[in-house]
C-alpha cells in the first residue's frame, strides 16, 4: 500500500503558474506503480488531469491541460508533480494525486481506475 500528501497549492493570478508536489511513501516497489493528477471544480465531478507509470515512464495528458501542465516523477525525492503554467480561473479546483499498484501500463485516465488517494490541495485563479 501508499500513502499520498499533496501540497504546494495556493491562490495564483489568471496566467500565472504554480507546482504542486505529492509526496508517495510505503510503496510496495518503486517500479510498479500508476499515479495521477485529479481535481474537482466547484460543484463539478472529478476531472482526471495526468498520469504516469513508475516504471515506464509512460505518460497520458486530458485534453484540457495538454500543453500547459506537465506531470513528472522525481525517483529521488519520491514525489510526483504537476507543473502547471498559464493558469486559468477554471482551473480552480481541489488538486488530488491517487495510485494504484500495476506492473503495466498504461495507466488510465480514469478515476475509478485508481485506489489510493491524497487529501486534496486547493488551487484557486481569481478571475
Known amino acids: 500500500q501508499v500513502q499520498l500528501q499533496e501540497s504546494g497549492g495556493g491562490s495564483v493570478p489568471a496566467g500565472g503558474s504554480l507546482r504542486l508536489s505529492c509526496a508517495v511513501s510505503?510503496?510496495?516497489?518503486?517500479?510498479?506503480?500508476?499515479l495521477g493528477w485529479f481535481r474537482q471544480p466547484p460543484g463539478k465531478e472529478y476531472e482526471a488531469l495526468a498520469s504516469?507509470?513508475?516504471?515506464?515512464?509512460?505518460?497520458l495528458y486530458a485534453n484540457s491541460v495538454k500543453g500547459r501542465f506537465t506531470i513528472s516523477f522525481d525517483e529521488a525525492g519520491n514525489t510526483l508533480d504537476l507543473q502547471m503554467s498559464n493558469v486559468q480561473p477554471e482551473d480552480t479546483a481541489v488538486y488530488r494525486c491517487a495510485s494504484r499498484y500495476d506492473l503495466v501500463p498504461p495507466c488510465p485516465l480514469n478515476t475509478g481506475f485508481y485506489n489510493v488517494w491524497g487529501q486534496g490541495t486547493q488551487v484557486t485563479v481569481p478571475h
Open positions: 510505503q510503496r510496495r516497489d518503486p517500479n510498479t506503480y500508476c
Open positions: 504516469l507509470h513508475t516504471g515506464r515512464g509512460d505518460i
